[in-house]
Structures are given as C-alpha cells and as structure tokens.
C-alpha cells in the first residue's frame, strides 16, 4: 500500500515538473509548433441556438422580391438581401429590442417605420419604447416619439404619401395608461395626433387602410389588461371595430352581425372555466377528490354507501370522484362489489 501511494507521488511531481518547463519556453518556440497559414481559411460561424422566439411583424418590398424585414418579439429588426438566405440585424444600436408592427412605404421604400413593443396579450411579453424612422432603408434610425404606448402592434401607411400613416396603440400591458388609441401623423412622424380612442383602458390593435381609397381606414380597438400573475388576463366592453370615410377624421362603430361583449363573456368564461380541468395529469385525476375533465355536461355528485370496516352495516354515504359518462360521479370501492355481487357497477 505504501510503495502505491509513493508511486502516485512520483508521477504527480514528474507532471508537475514537466509542464513548469514547458510554460518556461520561450513564445517564439511555441508559436512556431503550429502553422498559422493552416488556419488562414477558417472563419467563425454560428452553430446554435437557432431558436429565434416569437416573430411578430414582416414586411416585404413590392418590387423587390429579395428584399424582406421581421422584427422578433425581443430580437431587435432583421433584413435580408437574397430571399431569406441570410439576415444581417440593423436594430442593435436601438434602447428596445421588442418590435410589433414593420411598415414599409410603398411609395418609397426606403422609408421603414418600425413600432416597439411586441402587442401580444400573454403571460411573459416585452415592452417597447415608442416608433422608429429609417430613410436609407435600415441602416440609420429615428426615434419618433409615441414612447409611452410601450405596446405598438400595427402600423399602416399611405400608399401615396410616405409622410402619412396611422399608427396603433395598445397601451401598458398591467395597468391604465392614458396614450391608448389610433393615432395618425401628416409629416412623416413629427408629430402624432390621436384620432381614435375611448379611456385610458382600452387601446388600439389594429389598422389598415382601403387599397383603393387611403381615406377609408378600419380600425380595431381592445380593452384588455395582463394581471402580474401567470395566465390572468381581463377584458371589457370597450373593444369594437371602427371606421373613417373622411381620412381619420370621424368614425362610425360597425356592429352589425359582429358579437358583443355580453353575448362572447358567458361562453369565454365556461371556456377558462374548465380549462385547468382539461390539463390535469392522468394521475391525479385518478386521485380522490381530484376533478376529472368534462366538457359533456355540468359536473355532479352521486353518493354511495359503503360498508364500515368491522361492522356489518352501512356507513354514512361518503362522496368519491371520478369520470363516466362525461360526468362527476361516485365510485364504490371494489372491495364493497365483493362483499355484494348483486351490485352491478352503472
């Protein structure tokens, strides 16, 4: 045991020495070990991972197939040259990295008009600090304004006038924020009027212009709010879909044939309502008082008697889960159909 242990000894001081020698030679004897001219050909390349997240906006340019623009959820703008093949990131150098809506100017193109602030009602989302202008086609941009909207999910522009567009606000994801609404700019995002909007509560979705007339604009108003805890979400009357004839200036609600608030909340309620139920594991479900799925009918109990242990009479009825039929009945205990075997299970 004692000549092992001296053997180890040894071996650990001769590596020791040995490589306390080698950091001892000189630069020149170690880079001329390897040929740099081996390693003239390599570059360095991207090997993962490729998962990029939520894309929210895309928009290419008419004319030029080759051309697109996406814009990730928490990925900054992206743009490529040949049909996709490769994507350079021109957004890097901007505070938000959270894009919701690219719209390009057909007139010019330019002209790209970018809104940050992803626009998606869910759980974990990021936020974004107004719109942005580039007139050389990406490569430079300008901070518009609109910086407290934190969620821009559309922007539409004119098909003749770059300078003009209507931009949607959807507002703050967790609370009231007053800047909520349609808004529209005449001098290519100088300036930004509000054209559109109803409270502090409910805000701007959606926008799109009439391809034949640019002064009849369609225009999508949510009243909807994130609570800070997982899959809490709520809603109101405020939503509706809106029209202009007369470039923005005055709307009209559209309500015929389209559902109401009160008509769509008792069945999207029944729909959360028995959502979780639905995604209970298979395990617990098994479990005693635990609810199994049903989307067949509304959930009830049937009692059952079952013996007591060391007595030849029934107990008092006791309440066990379980699904048949698409209901919530009782289950008896396989041991009291042994002891009955006139009992048949239903």
């Known amino acids: 045991m004692y000549s092992f242990q001296g053997m180890l000894v040894r071996r650990f001081l001769y590596g020791l020495l040995l490589g306390s020698?080698?950091?001892?030679?000189?630069?020149?004897?170690?880079?001329?070990?390897?040929?740099?001219?081996?390693?003239?050909?390599?570059?360095?390349?991207?090997?993962?991972?490729f998962r990029g997240g939520r894309t929210k906006a895309a928009a290419g340019v008419p004319g030029q197939p080759n051309v697109f623009y996406i814009g990730a959820v928490n990925g900054g703008v992206w743009k490529t040259t040949d049909f996709g093949r490769t994507w350079k990131p021109i957004f890097d150098a901007q505070p938000s990295g959270s894009i919701g809506a690219i719209a390009i100017a057909p007139s010019n193109p330019d002209i790209v008009y970018v809104g940050s602030g992803e626009g998606l009602q869910?759980?974990?989302?990021?936020?974004?600090?107004?719109?942005?202008?580039?007139?050389?086609?990406?490569?430079?941009?300008?901070?518009?304004?609109?910086?407290?909207?934190?969620?821009?999910?559309?922007?539409?522009?004119?098909?003749?006038?770059?300078?003009?567009?209507?931009?949607?606000?959807l507002g703050h994801p967790y609370g009231p924020n007053p800047q909520r609404g349609i808004y529209r700019s005449s001098d290519g995002g100088r300036s930004f009027d509000k054209v559109l909007g109803k409270d502090e509560n409910t805000g701007g979705v959606d926008v799109v212009l009439d391809p034949k007339n640019s002064d009849v604009v369609y225009a999508v108003l949510w009243e909807a709010r994130q609570a800070p805890w997982e899959n809490g979400a709520f809603s109101g009357p405020g939503s509706g879909l809106f029209k202009s004839?007369?470039?923005?200036?005055?709307?009209?609600?559209?309500?015929?044939?389209?559902p109401t608030f009160a008509q769509e909340r008792p069945q999207s309620a029944l729909?959360?309502?028995?959502?979780?139920?639905?995604?209970?594991?298979?395990?617990?479900?098994?479990?005693?008082?635990?609810?199994?799925?049903?989307?067949?009918?509304?959930?009830?109990?049937?009692?059952?008697?079952?013996?007591?242990?060391?007595?030849?009479?029934?107990?008092?009825?006791?309440?066990?889960?379980?699904?048949?039929?698409?209901?919530?009945?009782?289950?008896?205990r396989r041991q009291d159909l042994h002891r009955h075997p006139r009992r048949t299970r239903r």
């Open 21 to 49: 020698s080698f950091l001892l030679l000189p630069s020149s004897v170690l880079s001329a070990q390897v040929d740099p001219r081996l390693f003239a050909q390599l570059s360095w390349r991207n090997i993962g991972p």
């Open 122 to 169: 869910r759980p974990d989302l990021s936020t974004g600090d107004g719109i942005y202008k580039s007139t050389d086609a990406g490569m430079t941009w300008t901070h518009l304004g609109l910086r407290d909207g934190q969620q821009i999910p559309q922007i539409v522009v004119d098909p003749k006038n770059p300078d003009r567009l209507f931009v949607a606000v």
């Open 245 to 258: 004839t007369d470039g923005g200036s005055t709307w009209q609600p559209l309500t015929q044939g389209l």
């Open 271 to 332: 729909r959360h309502r028995r959502h979780p139920r639905r995604r209970l594991p298979l395990p617990l479900r098994r479990r005693r008082g635990q609810l199994a799925p049903d989307h067949r009918g509304p959930a009830r109990r049937r009692p059952s008697r079952r013996l007591c242990r060391g007595q030849g009479r029934p107990d008092q009825p006791r309440h066990r889960l379980h699904r048949e039929r698409g209901d919530l009945e009782v289950r008896r």
